[in-house]
């Protein structure tokens, strides 16, 4: 192969100095490419291997080729770009700008020993080190320790308790399972999980498929309805139902509460269905109050479930105001809830005060005091006949202004005046007067 860093330039062969001004001006109309050996030649002028007689002209000689316009400007752009990046100058080779890629590389052709042994050592301890890791892995596996297993015995036909008795005595746990069995009695095994003569460890969970009698049919949900439409529905259905009144506190009279057994469950067909009906809140018991104050009587009737109704006072003689006095309906009554209940309590006795009837005639003194509401009692006292206070209060035995309880007794003191002296006429010579 040629050597292309020792071609001439197209400037050389041509015989002119490089341009020092503008390139596409400097470049001339001709430029010479030396031609190397047959590996580079031109296509266009023959191939040596095909006999072509370009191939056997002798080195040194060199061919002109006739550049267009296209292509000296191709050469003077990259002749630039060349020259400003340091490179060696653009040659043309077969009328296309071509750019030196360097000298050849330089193969290395000498043996190392050396390092193959290194390397081939370096992947024997690689390969040591993962058989030793994996035998070890292997030795750990074979220590394991064994479990003993027992094999599961038949149960089938047994009833609960004789199988659980028997899988329990081999150390495995027991699960049940409930279905229904047109054909097998309830509370005997029908199946297993998992099936007789199975190994298992001890410890592992045996599900026993146990009966629950026949599957019967299906109860409908009726909750909410009234109890007449869920008696026709039951019945149409293959039940017999039942209404069974329940008393409930939110549930509106006269709809369903629920059925026993529940919605959803299964019965037997024509079996019995008590529907519970709400038959509204239960009947409350009046509280007895009485002889209570309000300020306890009136919450306890709130607590029962029954309503506080009219409250009426009374005076009553010997208690103190605010005591309740009775109820109607009376303590111990069943009524419905918060029916009013009226209560009767004491209100304060008035305060009255005695009158004055000193210097009053008895008769007058005697009514005013009856009408206040006491008892009067009369006493007389003996005044001359002269005396103004005759048939008059002289005193009473409670004073006036002192206050006092209805159907207190007092006394009064009556003047009676004496009977005047008698006179008699006798002859003037003498008078006799009698006392």
Partial sequence: MADVTNWPTAWEQAGDPEPAGDPEQAVPEQAVLELGDAEHGDAEHGDAEHGDAASAAPEGAAEQTTLVAAERRAVQRRRARSERKGDRPVR????????????????????????????????????????????????????????????????????????????????????????????????????????????????????????????????????????????????????????????????????????????????????????????????HVVPDITGQEVAQGFPALGRAGVGLGAVSTVAADGRPPGVVVSTDPPGGTSVPRDQPVAVVVTESTPVTSVPSVTGLLQATATKALASSGLVVSIRTQSVPFDDSRGGRVIAQSIPAGTPYVSGVPIQLTVAVAAAPPTTTTVPQDSTTTVP
């Fill in 92 to 283: 043309v080779r077969g009328r296309k700008p071509v750019i030196p890629v360097g000298d050849p590389e330089d193969l290395d052709d000498v043996r190392h020993p050396r390092a193959t042994l290194i390397g081939l050592v370096a992947v024997g301890v690689l390969f040591l080190l993962s058989s030793l890791a994996i035998g070890t892995s292997l030795r750990d596996g074979e220590r394991t320790t064994t479990v003993q297993r027992v094999a599961v015995p038949r149960v089938d036909g047994s009833t609960l308790d004789d199988a659980s008795r028997a899988i329990g005595d081999l150390g495995l746990l027991v699960a049940v399972e409930y279905q229904p069995n047109e054909g097998v009695p309830e509370g005997v095994v029908f199946a297993q999980r998992p099936v007789a003569g199975s190994k298992l460890e001890i410890g592992t969970e045996v599900t026993l498929v146990v009966s629950d009698g026949p599957a019967g049919l299906k109860v409908p949900e009726v909750e909410g309805l009234q109890g007449g439409e869920a008696a026709k529905q039951l019945q149409a259905n293959g039940f017999a139902p039942v209404i069974v009144p329940t008393h409930d506190e939110v549930v509106r009279p006269g709809e369903v509460l629920r059925t026993e057994p529940a919605a959803g469950t299964r019965a037997p067909p024509g079996a019995t269905i008590d529907v519970l009906v709400s038959a509204g809140p239960a009947p």
